[in-house]
């Protein structure tokens, strides 16, 4: 069971109780091996806190309280005339160090975004180095989201800044009961979730409680359901699970795999990507956290999590190299949707791999695979819309040409929305698909993007600006623009200053381009440096290969799947409006060349779809003003640009 907190009190109890029974009941709480740190330093807090308290006749003290989505817990929160205090102690500390401060912003700030009880409060993070020096009493500055900005503290300077507070700020009641219970509903990056959920969390915990954390719940259960039927009765199953970008669908197949490994251990459940940077991201995440919590090098850490999260390609080559059956009994496979075609992977496996034999599509091949079983396994395809982005992917087609032609025998799941045009269904296929037997399952369609948890009609608005609807994306981007900010900009150094400006605590931004934007090189973003993208992503802001410093750009191919909380993104002119209507081009030797081939003019139209749903909070678009002496890069090629997304409602900064 998940508690709230290991202790709570009114402040006046709290005060008049032994150290030795509240040290008791937080002992009990912890539920591990107590490390005698930890022991000092809550004997340290409760004599602390019970000697600056003492005078307060009113107030709730909460020690160690739940931050599921962050997997960790806040040393103290007091509720104090309806303000929040989050306290966070550093014992036998002299000095405030950035990360510590970051630490505890980054807990009131997820109070504030994602505890219902503490949305419409003021929150004051405190930061309490035991050993330091008394300086000058900081002053309050507070967010326009009543978040201040974090206070650091010596213990005697407590009490007073906590009187001075009460004077400043007008009082409200708030029940300390009804606060704590009334419940957290985060949105986790797709990292935290995977740590979280690799933790033994349930799925239940790290989610929002509203329609779209139920509509992952039923999801996740109808996957189950399938799997035991499967092997209850000696099936060969597939579904195919739809989803919204940002809805759910990675979640969904981590819960899954890590359910299936971890409580029935004869499946050998594993999660399987062709997306490199997700899967490279995700594995040293977990591995970080894995060496960790569990005291092992990060090289054990790391073998560990191989087996939970894996290359799809990996998979491929190994099945390759025996006749016997997949050591795994359920496999996902994220991004299923990406899949090479016949022809493509065909090529690759004769040139690069050297299989001159191979003729089959990436898709036959892997239900081909798991078609080894002699008794039962199951298939889980995550599908996204619009997501196509590189040569040779094949939508959804080649699983159920495959499936029509060479395994009739199968259960077919699918989800209601299948035949969207956002996943990739190809017209002429549906005599052909009709002779194959599928039941359409609603809770396989997931339809509330989970990823901005302030604006999830993001993607809508994304869509209509790429498909060319001003007055819809108008429209749409009137119903989000209080919650997320979408702005405008043709000075670059403005973009980087507001998406610094935006980002609190450990907040992470960035830059990000398509692949295609190679004539933004004069303005330094250069597309074509790779990434290392585990440090891109996961190291913190004093390395300066990560998103932070913003001199390395990631590319559709980097971030897909992945998020950052502020992003900016650089547009150039392989994506341009010009006369009324997007334009397609491919910078190729000297000049730009125009996209004809309706198959790249998608690549690129979704590239950009990519880029504009990477942001959790917030979105900067850089276009630049061109160089009338470069021919590669006139004004004309992004003025019109600019000026139609000023159209479809977007500010100016």
């Not at 400043?168 to 009641?173: R, V």
């Not at 949707?337 to 065909?346: C, F, M, P, T, Y």
């Not at 002779?435 to 604006?455: G, N, W």
Request: glycine letters at 6%; aromatic letters at 10%.
């Amino acid at each position: 069971m998940l508690h709230i907190a290991y202790y709570s009190s009114p402040i006046s109890r709290f005060c008049s109780t032994n150290a030795a029974e509240i040290l008791g009941q937080l002992t009990e709480k912890h539920g591990f091996a107590l490390e005698i740190q930890q022991r000092i330093a809550w004997q340290e807090q409760i004599r602390l806190l019970q000697r600056s308290l003492r005078d307060l006749k009113e107030g709730a003290i909460y020690f160690e309280f739940s931050i599921p989505r962050m997997g960790k817990r806040a040393d103290v929160v007091l509720i104090i005339s309806g303000i929040i205090f989050v306290v966070e102690f550093k014992v036998g500390a002299s000095d405030y160090d950035r990360a510590a401060i970051n630490q505890v912003h980054d807990y009131a700030l997820d109070l504030k975004n994602f505890h219902k009880g503490s949305h419409s409060t003021y929150i004051i993070p405190i930061l309490i180095a035991t050993n330091s020096t008394s300086r000058k009493l900081p002053s309050l500055e507070l967010a326009n989201d009543l978040v201040a900005t974090p206070i650091c503290l010596t213990p005697d300077e407590l009490m007073e800044f906590i009187s001075s507070t009460l004077q400043e700020l007008p009082y409200a009641k708030i029940d300390p009961d009804k606060w704590s219970q009334s419940g957290y509903h985060p949105t986790p990056t797709i990292i935290e979730a995977a740590q979280a959920l690799y933790r033994d969390h349930q799925v239940e915990e790290i989610t929002r409680a509203d329609a779209s954390a139920h509509n992952l719940t039923v999801t996740t259960n109808k996957i189950s359901q399938i799997i035991e039927d499967s092997k209850k009765n000696n099936k060969k199953s597939i579904c195919f699970v739809t989803g919204v970008p940002g809805a759910g669908k990675t979640l969904a197949g981590l819960n899954i795999a890590t359910v299936r490994a971890k409580e029935h251990n004869d499946e050998h459940a594993v999660f399987l990507s062709g997306n490199g940077p997700l899967v490279e991201v995700l594995r040293e995440a977990l591995a970080r956290d894995e060496s960790i919590r569990e005291g092992i090098p990060k090289k054990d850490a790391h073998r560990k999590v191989a087996s939970f999260i894996q290359n799809i390609h990996h998979f491929r080559d190994e099945a390759l190299k025996t006749e016997h059956a997949p050591y795994e009994k359920v496999v996902i496979f994220d991004e299923a949707q990406r899949a090479w075609g016949k022809e493509q992977a065909s090529k690759f496996m004769q040139q690069k791999r050297g299989y001159p034999d191979f003729n089959m599509s990436e898709p036959a091949f892997l239900i081909g695979a798991m078609n080894r079983h002699h008794d039962w396994c199951t298939i889980v395809c995550l599908i996204g819309g619009g997501q196509e982005i590189n040569t040779g992917e094949a939508g959804i087609s080649e699983w159920l040409i495959a499936l029509k032609e060479q395994y009739r025998d199968w259960n077919i799941y699918v989800s209601n929305r299948l035949n969207d045009k956002d996943y990739f269904w190809d017209p002429e296929l549906s005599e052909s698909i009709s002779q194959i037997t599928c039941k359409y399952e609603p809770e396989l369609h997931l339809s509330v993007s989970m990823r901005s948890f302030r604006a999830d009609a993001l993607s809508e608005f994304a869509s209509y600006v790429i498909d060319n609807q001003p007055e819809r994306a108008r429209e749409a981007y009137l119903r989000i623009s209080d919650r997320y900010p979408i702005v405008l900009t043709r000075d670059l150094g403005a973009a980087k200053a507001w998406a610094r400006t935006q980002a609190r605590g450990t907040e992470r931004y960035g830059i990000v381009a398509s692949s295609g934007a190679i004539r933004l090189r004069p303005d330094g973003i250069n597309v074509k440096d790779k990434i290392d993208a585990s440090v891109w992503f996961l190291n913190d802001q004093s390395d300066i290969r990560t998103s932070f410093y913003m001199e390395e750009v990631a590319t559709e191919f980097d971030v897909q799947g992945l998020e950052l909380d502020w992003i900016v993104i650089g547009w150039d002119a392989d994506f341009r409006y010009k006369d009324g209507s997007w334009n397609h081009y491919n910078f190729r030797g000297t000049s730009w060349q125009g996209v004809h081939q309706i198959q790249r003019q998608l690549y690129l139209k979704n590239a950009y779809r990519v880029l504009f749903t990477r942001a959790r909070q917030g979105v900067v678009i850089y276009i630049p003003k061109g160089d009338a002496s470069d021919h590669t890069r006139p004004p004309e090629f992004y003025d019109e640009t600019f000026n139609y997304l000023k159209a479809c409602g977007i500010k100016v900064i």
